[in-house]
Nanobody, 119 residues
């Protein structure tokens, strides 16, 4: 399975911006989709954004219009641009890669990067 390494998290004030990066160990062109999830303290991990192989995008309602997912196939990297951040966006953000086939799907996770939105 592909190895994923996230970076770009940190502390930001409400209304600020951050860009997360997820670098994959191999070509992301072979993957069915890549996405971002987050987990806040005491809560379950939740979906944030997804970018399938065809380049289309999907977002959770809570981040739609504020977050943008993109991919650079040449760098095997997926990004999450986060604007107009709110305290409720505070969480550990995880990168996910979906591959394989419908009979043998694979799912890889990064180690996570902390995002804290606070004044």
């Amino acid at each position: 399975q592909v190895q994923l390494v996230e970076s770009g998290g940190g502390l930001v004030q409400p209304g600020g911006s951050l860009r997360l990066s997820c670098a994959a160990s191999g070509s992301i062109l072979s993957l069915n989709a890549m996405g971002w999830y987050r987990q806040a303290p005491g809560k379950q991990r939740e979906f944030v954004a997804l970018i399938p192989r065809d380049g289309s995008t999907n977002y959770a309602d809570s981040v739609k219009g504020r977050f943008t997912i993109s991919r650079d196939n040449a760098k095997n990297t997926v990004y999450l641009q986060m604007n107009s951040l709110k305290p409720e966006d505070t969480a550990v953000y995880y990168c996910n890669a979906k591959g394989g086939t419908i009979w043998n799907p694979t799912s890889s996770w990064g180690q996570g990067t902390q995002v804290t939105v606070s004044s």
